[in-house]
């Protein structure tokens, strides 16, 4: 459970690192390729929002 814990962890602050990445060429693109995009970093906000709402049940 401890080397998930520390997985887990990592691949929250990987894809924070990502979802910046992402936004900045939103913001740098424009059109439709720049909506879409914009809706994919939201789906990697939900899912990493999800990777945090695990990471707190294992804190409790």
Known sequence: M???KKL???WIEHNEEHI???KRWANDLS???SE???RA???FEEGNELLKE???KLNE
């Open 2 to 4: 401890e080397k998930f």
């Open 8 to 10: 887990l962890e990592h």
């Open 20 to 22: 910046e990445t992402y």
């Open 31 to 33: 059109g439709e390729i």
């Open 36 to 38: 879409l995009l914009k």
């Open 41 to 43: 970093v939201k789906k």
């Open 54 to 56: 695990i990471q707190g």
